[in-house]
């Protein structure tokens, strides 16, 4: 196509392996992410107009703790920097939106996330209502589970669809050199594990993940600089719902991701490849039926979030997966989503494209 | 280009205190919110997008609190936006916000920023949750004594810019200190913190919330009220540390002066710009970020201090509303200078109105003197003609 | 004692104080008194009360209702394993209870016993604490129990009359996160060297600049520093800026009188260390320009516990501090601007 100088595409993608326990920080895991993919573009730092890059100081318990990632850009001479407290998929969205300016022409996104250092089962209490969720202790695996056992009694699925999940992920993981579990599984084995919150077991829980990951988006003509084929970007949008589950009509649909899929244009052609991030096994379930997609839509071959979770950069990951799928694997139109906060509270969507 | 022209059109903030014991966080961030809407005349669905901006999220304990405050900031159904860039933060949160009006993506982009310090404690989290911490002071001290050694500042400039920003402060109804009755003898003798910071050379630590509404241009044009301009904006970055990095000098500073007066068509600061909000959280850095953002030339901008050039009556005045040094929610303090940038050129800061104001800039900075945001606002698209 | 850092236990816990506002004090003051109450807005009754309404964001206003103490299990979940976090020491469900006058659920925990006694439609009734140990903040209630008499609650849906003034405007919230972090390989090789009694830094191939206190890359030029780059700097040099804190107190500060943290430019390594202590000298004492010299511990006692991937240039238990060599001091302005 000839692009317009609003069109952005992302034009390369590049993750660090993903580890159980790193012995790197996280700003050394910055610099491999973003050293590898200034390498596979061809790119010299000075060309990148925005660097933006999305963490968490909770991740490490402490303050300020993604100014130290930033050495791992070479900030001199000074350079236009932002940083979200987001996963690295709304870093995304912001270099999109500082790309759209018209000033700029290149910007990289980021995430990043040592998760080993923190207890999931502990870490999360105080992302909830300060007053009415954090003082019970409230666990983001509990709050999952209870979002499970909804969808349960709704009807919509079973526990042996929960398990088909998790089968099918980690199988597609296999050919995924990025993942982190992967491997032949069947239903009927993993549902002979005990409950860590009932309904969900053990391997409907995410992994726990030390990585990061860096994009490289383009804009107009310049895409061709750095890659034969661009995943054209043509609609992205994100949106949130009511904080707590309690207050939400319907847990076992996702209106926020609904919202964003009809934002960024998903029903307007069919989806070849969607990257879900689904954190836990059921709400890939949800995500999908919530995005419209259908059975022709092939869902995270890279084996998703459930194969590799690093919280701040599982999202960013879905988006360079999908991409690639334009890039490398000849696809024609992918999807990528990421999700934050108690039972799929925010949900980003974002539709790419490949020249025809 | 696609960057449209984008309009300021509601200013709201809270009464900043050191500790707001009359509401919640979401009652904080909500008390701004609603005023910008009121200044604005829309009402919460009017609102496309929602930026929420804070300093780290140990201040107040409560991870990624955007999720949270969805509701409150009616924001349920929209995008939700959550910006952190160390102190620069709430000038980031209003240039993002800012940009997904001047992109086309939104239409009407509300940006919040706040801190409720009373929560937790600041020192605490900038230790690292350790003994003998340092704090914001500890870390700046030494730049600023640097500072004062190069350029050969008499000692009384910190002094004064410490008063002068109290008595703006106290004629700003929102400001937590209005200590109306400073005087230089008073910061002289207020205890000595940071060597050579005294007390009274300090920020306060305080609650408190800033909202800014923007729009494009049709709705800065049919705003009911004189709309405010966003004629540049910039967030500039450098490393914290390497061997012979000047902390006093940014080149982080002049990059991103120089690209917001290159946009707008500054080219001699001091006469065009009529002007400035600067993040102050301990008296020196106004003279030091005259420098460093080339209004002042080098070694020159504690005479801009000493001259009165600085002061509310003068040819360049700096913190009109009290400045950080007056109200410190940390989060919300750079927003806050943005907000008062755009009130002036607005005409609607009252008590602490800067006459003709038709351009003015707005600056945050932040971590290790690293990060900084800014921008140019003006009563018109072209207030330079 | 350990001579090498591996791995570092860290417990990041601070006493928060939460000011409620109206909405929640009126809540956690009837709380308090063993009443449950929600706020009818848009329609609806939500329990506990939400400040703002989450369909419309209008002011959820001040329609209270008196809800519970009884409810019904619309969803739930069990937890096998508590954490410290949790409230009760043994297995317990978590759930959503939608209290008998209330339209929403409250999520709340559920003392049943046992997993198999969680079900969707169970009724349950609160079990508060005794009343002197109410606080006003939602563990006030212990957990949720089967109820004894599933009848529906006497008064629910009623309206409540909150007092002119709430008893109760504060909670405290004390957080309490364990952080496991590693030594990463530049740290283990600062703090080997500190053992060893050297200061060692990492010098930058491209643009030549040493760091001490190594960071394994060079933020000027992005790229990664290795062993390789590992060089051995002086442990003397001349003091190039300097900072006086005023210790405020805070919870898990360690200080109660002014201290000194020095920049110290390394002899012939143009390389500054920071953060560094001055010994023999009190705060006011410490000028610009002063020579001094490193102050080891003994071999055997040296200790680096303490160094963790945030320490860049802490000299741990093995760096006593810095003492004056005796030199006269060098002309201050020649090193003012070398902080860093
Ligand atoms: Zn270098």
């Known amino acids: 196509m000839a692009p317009t100088e609003n069109d952005i595409a992302i034009v390369g993608f590049a993750q660090t392996s993903p580890d159980r326990r790193t012995q790197l920080t996280e700003a050394d895991l910055v610099l491999h992410a973003t050293r590898a993919v200034i390498a596979d573009t061809g790119l010299d730092k000075s060309e990148i107009g925005f660097t933006v890059s999305g963490s968490c100081d909770y991740l490490s318990g402490q303050a300020f703790s993604f100014v130290q990632n930033t050495d791992a850009y070479g900030m001199v001479p000074a350079i236009n920097e932002s940083h979200v407290e987001m996963d690295g998929a709304w870093a995304l969205y912001e270099a999109y939106v500082r790309l759209l300016q018209g000033d700029i022409d290149v910007a990289m996104a980021v995430g990043v996330g040592k998760n080993s250092n923190s207890d999931p089962s502990t870490l999360y209490t105080i992302e909830f209502d300060p007053y009415y969720l954090t003082p019970l202790g409230t666990d983001t695996w509990s709050l999952a589970a209870l979002q499970a056992r909804a969808l349960l009694d709704s009807g919509k699925a079973t526990e042996r669809d929960f398990a088909d999940v998790v089968v099918r992920n980690r199988a597609n993981a296999k050919s995924n050199p990025y993942a982190q579990i992967k491997g032949d599984y069947s239903a009927d084995e993993l549902l002979a594990a005990d409950y860590v919150r009932n309904p969900l077991r053990r391997h409907d829980l995410p992994p726990t993940t030390d990585q990061a990951a860096a994009i490289i988006l383009a804009r107009g003509k310049r895409a061709y600089d750095f890659c034969e084929r661009p995943a054209w970007i043509t609609g992205i949008d994100h949106r949130i719902e009511a904080h707590l589950p309690t207050v939400r009509k319907d847990i076992t649909t996702s209106v926020s991701t609904r919202l964003a899929a009809q934002g960024a244009g998903v029903g307007k052609g069919p989806i070849e490849v969607a990257e879900v991030h689904a954190p836990f096994s059921f709400q890939e379930l949800i995500v999908a039926e919530s995005l419209g997609l259908d059975a022709s839509t092939e869902i995270n071959p890279s084996g998703g979030a459930l194969a590799t979770h690093a919280v701040m950069v599982a999202g960013i990951i879905r988006m360079g997966e999908a991409a690639n799928q334009i890039i490398k694997n000849g696809k024609n139109r992918t999807l990528a989503h990421s999700t934050s906060g108690p039972c799929l509270q925010q949900n980003l969507v974002c539709v790419m494209e490949g020249d025809q | 280009m696609s960057h449209q022209p984008v309009a300021i059109v509601g200013i709201g903030q809270t009464h900043h205190k050191r500790k707001r014991a009359d509401v919640s966080i979401a009652g904080l961030v909500r008390e701004a919110a609603q005023r910008a809407l009121e200044d604005a005349n829309m009402d919460w669905g009017d609102i496309d997008a929602v930026v929420l901006g804070k300093a780290p999220d140990l201040f107040e304990g409560v991870m990624k609190p955007e999720m949270y405050l969805a509701d409150a900031l009616g924001a349920v159904n929209k995008p939700m936006f959550r910006v952190h860039t160390a102190g620069s933060v709430g000038g980031s949160t209003g240039i993002v916000g800012s940009h997904l009006v001047s992109s086309g993506r939104h239409k009407r982009v509300l940006s919040v920023a706040f801190e409720k310090q009373s929560e937790g404690n600041a020192q605490f989290a900038l230790g690292g949750g350790k003994g003998a911490s340092i704090g914001a002071g500890g870390a700046f001290a030494p730049f600023i004594r640097a500072y004062i050694r190069r350029s050969g500042a008499p000692e009384d400039i910190g002094w004064m810019v410490a008063v002068k920003d109290r008595l703006n402060g106290a004629k700003n109804p929102y400001a937590h200190l209005k200590l109306a009755d400073i005087t230089i003898d008073k910061v002289k003798e207020s205890p000595m913190m940071w060597d050579p910071l005294h007390f009274l050379e300090s920020c306060p630590s305080s609650d408190g919330a800033c909202a800014v509404v923007f729009t494009d241009e049709d709705g800065g044009k049919a705003a009911s009220k004189p709309p405010a301009w966003v004629l540049a904006t910039a967030m500039k970055s450098e490393p914290g540390w390497y061997s012979g990095r000047d902390a006093v000098n940014p080149q982080a500073a002049h990059a991103c002066a120089q690209e917001i007066y290159k946009t707008v068509g500054i080219t001699n600061p001091r006469e065009q710009i009529d002007c400035a909000e600067l993040y102050v959280p301990f008296s020196w850095y106004e003279p030091m970020w005259l420098e460093a953002h080339e209004i002042a030339a080098p070694g020159e901008g504690w005479k801009m201090t000493q001259s009165g050039a600085t002061a509310l009556d003068g040819d360049f005045p700096v913190n009109m509303s009290g400045g950080v040094l007056s109200s410190n929610p940390i989060g919300a303090s750079g927003l806050l200078r943005f907000a008062e940038a755009a009130l002036q050129v607005r005409g609607l800061a009252e008590d602490h109105q800067v006459g003709g104001a038709n351009l003015a800039i707005a600056q945050a900075y932040g971590a290790n003197a690293q990060f900084f945001a800014m921008w140019a606002v003006g009563s018109s698209l072209n207030p330079l003609g | ?340």
């Open chain 3, 1 to 340: 004692m350990a001579d090498t850092v591996q791995e570092f236990v860290f417990n990041l816990t601070f006493p928060f104080t939460r000011t409620l506002g109206s909405t929640l004090s009126t809540f956690s003051s009837a709380l308090a008194q063993g009443q449950i109450i929600g706020v009818r807005t848009g329609g609806r009754v939500i329990a506990p009360p939400l400040e703002y309404d989450p369909d419309s964001a209008a002011d959820s206003g001040t329609d209270w209702v008196r809800v519970g103490p009884k409810g019904t299990v619309s969803t739930w979940t069990w937890v096998p394993e508590p954490t410290n976090l949790h409230p009760l020491d043994h297995a317990f469900g978590f759930a959503f209870i939608t209290l008998d006058g209330a339209d929403t659920p409250m999520l709340h925990v559920v003392d049943a016993g046992s997993e198999s006694a969680m079900a969707a439609g169970m009724r349950v009734e609160a079990s508060f604490k005794a009343p002197a140990d109410c606080v006003g903040r939602i563990d006030d209630i212990i957990a949720f129990v089967p109820a004894a008499d599933p009848s529906p609650s006497e008064g629910a849906g009623e309206p409540f009359a909150a007092p002119e003034e709430n008893d109760i405007t504060e909670m405290d919230a004390y957080c309490d996160l364990t952080y496991v972090d590693n030594a990463s390989p530049t740290t283990t090789m600062w703090a080997k060297a500190l053992m060893e009694g050297r200061i060692i830094g990492q010098k930058c191939p491209q643009c030549e600049r040493t760091i001490v206190g190594p960071r394994g890359m060079c933020s000027v030029c992005a790229i990664e520093l290795d062993e390789s780059h590992v060089i051995d700097v002086p442990d003397r040099g001349v003091v190039s800026n300097f900072t006086i804190v005023t210790p405020v107190q805070y919870h898990g500060q360690t200080e109660t009188e002014p201290f000194v943290r020095c920049s110290i430019l390394l002899d012939g390594a143009n390389a500054v260390i920071a953060q560094q202590e001055i010994l023999g000298i009190t705060a006011s004492e410490v000028r610009v320009g002063m020579h001094v010299e490193c102050v080891w511990a003994p071999a055997n006692e040296r200790s680096v516990q303490d160094i963790d991937n945030r320490s860049r240039g802490s000299g741990g238990d093995a760096i006593i501090g810095w003492r004056l060599t005796g030199e006269p001091d060098e002309p201050a302005e020649n090193y003012l601007n070398r902080m860093m």
